[in-house]
């Protein structure tokens, strides 16, 4: 099973979260990028098992998406 999950960051709350249609009930957050796709590979096939009653070989995309908003300070 292949499943995308979007990686993307909220500058508000200086945090990685997940975003996927793909893996019901995964919801996560972190503020490396490296320790939510460590967490994203340990909860998806656990994810699958309880949600869709799937289990088997998943292989997850990962998308990520950063954007920054800076405000100028007008004199």
Do not use: Q
């Not at 994810?47 to 100028?72: D, K, S």
Request: net charge negative; glycine share 4%; proline share 4%.
């Amino acid at each position: 099973m292949k499943c995308t999950v979007k990686l993307i960051w909220d500058s508000e709350a200086n945090v990685w979260f997940t975003r996927t249609g793909d893996i019901p009930g995964l919801c996560l957050e972190s503020e490396s990028f490296d320790t939510l796709v460590e967490d994203v590979r340990a909860a998806a096939p656990e994810m699958l098992v309880l949600n869709c009653n799937y289990e088997g070989p998943v292989h997850l995309i990962f998308e990520a998406v950063r954007i920054e908003v800076e405000t100028a300070m007008v004199s």
